[in-house]
T-cell receptor
Framework: DVKVTQSSRYLVKRTGEKVFLECVQDMDHENMFWYRQDPGLGLRLIYFSYDVKMKEKGDIPEGYSVSREKKERFSLILESASTNQTSMYLC?????????????FGQGTRLTVV | GENVEQHPSTLSVQEGDSAVIKCTYSDSASNYFPWYKQELGKRPQLIIDIRSNVGEKKDQRIAVTLNKTAKHFSLHITETQPEDSAVYFCAATNFGNEKLTFGTGTRLTIIP
């Protein structure tokens, strides 16, 4: 059973703080993704990674960076948190191959920036 | 990059009737089209998917159709039940880098 685990369910941070969101998967998946979910806007891709140390920008990368030092772990970094980054953040992973496979999601981190 | 549009944003259907959600995509390099269901407070989960070499796929009460020429695909739910109430997301995956792009979601409400 695939497990994708995000380090925090709820997080409250102050404006200007550096914030780390961690995601770990236990199924040896090559692909990992970070999305933010906002009402009416769906799931918007921030960054994704298809291999260790490899990353690609998604549709809304501004204000974020990522790190993938190990295959199982994908971190999202908010360099200087702002109130407009208050959102639900979802991590996902998928097996590489055939141009796409099922993505498995973490439980989400609701981040509030005050 | 890929752009996935999804309609409608909300849909209310009488229990037992059918529901249809439609999506269009822009990148002809996309070849894998999954649908996810997200119940309130839970994570999205895959319910059905289709690849570009297939026109239709069914799994019990749900089906997906794909028109590659027109770049649109649809989710069909028949004999709807209260447990079908959820937010549904369509998505498209780029064949080259497997970037997964989602639509904006459809909130489906089944009226008992």
């Amino acid at each position: 059973d695939v497990k994708v685990t995000q380090s925090s369910r709820y997080l409250v941070k102050r404006t200007g703080e550096k914030v780390f969101l961690e995601c770990v998967q236990d199924m040896d998946h090559e692909n990992m993704f970070w999305y933010r979910q906002d009402p009416g806007l769906g799931l918007r891709l921030i960054y994704f990674s298809y291999d260790v140390k490899m990353k690609e920008k998604g549709d809304i990368p501004e204000g974020y960076s990522v790190s993938r030092e190990k295959k199982e772990r994908f971190s999202l970094i908010l360099e200087s948190a702002s109130t407009n980054q208050t959102s639900m953040y979802l991590c996902a992973s998928s097996l590489e191959g055939a141009g796409g496979t099922e993505a498995f999601f973490g439980q989400g981190t609701r981040l509030t920036v005050v | 990059g890929e752009n996935v549009e999804q309609h409608p944003s909300t849909l209310s259907v009488q229990e037992g009737d059918s529901a249809v959600i439609k999506c269009t995509y822009s990148d002809s390099a996309s070849n894998y089209f999954p649908w996810y269901k997200q119940e309130l407070g839970k994570r999205p989960q895959l319910i059905i998917d289709i690849r570009s070499n297939v026109g239709e796929k069914k799994d019990q009460r749900i089906a997906v159709t794909l028109n590659k020429t027109a770049k649109h695909f649809s989710l069909h739910i028949t004999e709807t039940q209260p447990e079908d109430s959820a937010v549904y997301f369509c998505a498209a995956t780029n064949f080259g880098n497997e970037k997964l792009t989602f639509g904006t979601g459809t909130r489906l409400t089944i009226i008992p």
